[in-house]
């Protein structure tokens, strides 16, 4: 029986992952690590097969034993905690037989020439995850999310080989959650939130920088693919060097989605126009969040090539509605009721 640790279960990425694991392996030996009681009821109540640990990212050695017990962990919770990450490449080194470890980044990593500097500029650099793999697995140390990348990238060497490791990639993610806990994304809805807040809708710069994107329902189908491969021994995929994947469905515009956002919080009267103030200080942009000022541009060819993945689900900007009215709801703008995309 294959052994699953789930790290992030109760999360937006890590509960829909959650949700397509358990559906493709029913009978799995699957243990989630949860912060708290109240977390581990969630959990509990929608799958009561899977076994609990009880423990944050910070506890090291409770992590290092889960890990130990495990053939395959799936670290789907924050892609900048080192102490996580070098916890569970410590535990699954003490196990005698080869494990496997599939991590998720985040292709924010790819902002870094932009950071600090521009906002809003558009950009011709687009990275890919086959001929471009050494690229990507070596950019430099003070890109976003990178000094855990190179602890990952590092297991199977640090291991002594037993360790395998596959870091997935994901950009923008949107879409409904399946999973136990948060079943909504970060950007756009912050996006959202950010215009409800302020009264007005705004635009980072020129807006002409660009992100690609991708439905949590697709994302959810590359880590399982991935499992599947680890529980077969891996020998379709590839592993530690090139096992990088990128993630995504399309391309988008981040002036034009700001636009976008905005139409829909002003359809819901929540914003008095659809005008857009423009934010030229990189500082301001910055303090916002959300990146949405800055390139991340690749292509996800590695999955396609050797897992047979391809994106299914609905397009980032049909789901804008949704993404919207949930915000509002959540901020107490706009009855639960509203709409029956709400109500879910």
């Known amino acids: 029986m294959v052994n699953i640790l789930i790290i992030g279960a109760t999360g937006f990425i890590g509960g829909d992952a959650l949700y397509a694991i358990e559906k493709a392996y029913p009978d799995a030996d699957i243990t989630c690590l949860v912060r708290n ?80 500097k521009s906002i809003g500029a558009a950009s011709d650099k687009i990275y890919n995850d086959w001929d471009g793999i050494k690229e990507v697995t070596s950019l430099p140390d003070d890109a976003p999310h990178r000094t855990v990348d190179k602890i990952i990238l590092a297991a199977n060497k640090t291991s002594g080989g037993k360790i395998q490791t596959a870091i997935v990639c994901p950009p923008t993610i949107y879409g409904p959650g399946r999973g136990p806990g948060n079943q909504k994304s970060d950007q756009i809805n912050k996006l959202a939130k950010a215009y409800m807040e302020r009264g007005n809708a705004f635009m980072i710069g020129d807006g002409l920088n660009k992100w690609t994107s991708i439905h949590v329902h697709d994302l959810s189908d590359l880590y399982l693919r991935l499992l599947t491969e680890a529980v077969d021994g891996g020998d379709k995929a590839t592993w530690n060097d090139a096992g990088y994947y990128f993630v995504e469905n399309d391309e988008f515009e981040w002036g034009d989605t700001q636009k976008k956002v905005a139409t829909e919080v002003h359809k819901l009267g929540l914003i008095k126009s659809t005008e857009m103030e423009k934010i030229t200080s990189v500082e301001e942009a910055d303090k916002l969040g959300g990146f949405w000022g800055y390139n991340s541009r690749c292509r996800a060819l590695r999955a396609k090539k050797l897992l047979g993945w391809s994106a299914s689900g609905d397009s980032l900007v049909s789901t804008l509605p949704a993404t919207v009215k949930v915000e509002a709801v959540d901020l107490g703008l706009v009855k639960k009721g509203y709409a029956e995309t709400v109500e879910n």
């Not at 977390?39 to 889960?66: C, H």
């Not at 070098?86 to 990593?109: N, Y």
């Open 37 to 116: 009681s109240d977390r581990g009821a969630v959990v509990a109540k929608t799958y009561p097969k899977v076994k609990l640990a009880y423990g944050s990212l910070d506890d090291y050695d409770i992590i290092k034993e889960e890990a130990s017990k495990a053939s395959i962990v799936l670290n789907c919770a924050n892609c900048d905690h080192e102490g996580a990450a070098s916890a569970i490449v410590e535990g699954l080194s003490q196990r005698d037989t080869k494990s496997f470890i599939i991590h998720t980044s985040g292709t924010a990593i790819l902002c870094f020439a932009d950071m600090g």
